[in-house]
């Protein structure tokens, strides 16, 4: 079965990176994306960008376009978010999903949550 | 970039009730719209995707409808299990947009 599942909870000051890991299972890894979507605390949810898993090509959304930088590890199907120059309003949960083409986001992680905090 | 506005961020209903959610493009989006729901601390679920089509395993008692730039998501029949909160998505090749969430509250 599709499974993406996460590393664990994070805590970071301001200013600094944090690298959120999906390491995925169940199917062919190359033959997908991989958007990521965060969530702060009572709010709605947010796209941040994705990445094809086949070529590593990105695309970010301009609220975190230079600070976000999505990789993959093909060897392991693995995918990486690492956000830069932490700020508070950067506390959120992280999630991790499966993209397929044209078509909306159908398996995702359990969620990353990253609290930025002096 | 296109922007996505639900209405009502928030619903009052009773177990049994018919529940209509709306969902307006800031451009038209032809089909291109996805329904999710998400109940506190889990992953959102899609629920109904290129507007109308039902995701597997959902069931019957969930139905969207529209195109171009106005969209609803219908509950016909609320269940219990059905209060969460519901986003809508436009989905392209490479940009998603969320709109900002409605959540289904008890009466």
């Known amino acids: 079965q599709v499974q993406l599942v996460q590393s664990g909870a994070e805590v970071k000051k301001p200013g600094a990176s944090v690298r959120v890991s999906c390491r995925t299972s169940?199917?062919?890894?190359?033959?997908?994306?991989i958007s990521w979507v965060r969530q702060a605390p009572g709010q709605g949810l947010e796209w941040m960008g994705w990445?094809?898993?086949?070529?590593?090509?990105?695309h970010y959304a301009q609220t975190v376009q230079g600070r976000v930088t999505m990789t993959t590890d093909t060897s392991t199907s693995t995918a990486y978010m690492e956000l830069k120059s932490l700020r508070s309003d950067d506390t959120a949960v992280y999630y991790c999903?499966?993209?397929?083409?044209?078509?909306?986001?159908?398996?995702w992680g359990q969620g990353t949550l990253v609290t930025v905090s002096s | 970039d296109i922007q996505m506005t639900q209405s009502p961020s928030t619903l009052s209903a009773s177990v049994g009730d018919r529940v209509t959610i709306t969902c307006r493009a800031s451009?038209?989006?032809?089909?291109?719209l996805a329904w999710y729901q998400q109940k506190p601390g889990k992953a959102p679920k899609v629920l109904i995707y290129?507007?109308?089509s039902l995701e597997s395993g959902v069931p019957s008692r969930f139905s969207g409808s529209g195109s171009g730039t106005e969209f609803t998501l219908t509950i016909s029949g609320l269940q219990l299990d059905d209060f969460a909160t519901y986003y809508c998505?436009?989905?392209?090749?490479?940009?998603?947009?969320f709109g900002q969430g409605t959540k289904v509250e008890i009466k």
């Open positions: 999903a499966r993209r397929p083409a044209m078509a909306p986001f159908d398996y």
């Open positions: 169940g199917y062919t890894f190359t033959n997908y994306g």
């Open positions: 990445i094809n898993a086949f070529n590593g090509d990105t």
């Open positions: 451009q038209s989006i032809s089909s291109w």
């Open positions: 290129k507007a109308s």
């Open positions: 998505q436009h989905y392209n090749t490479y940009w998603w947009t």
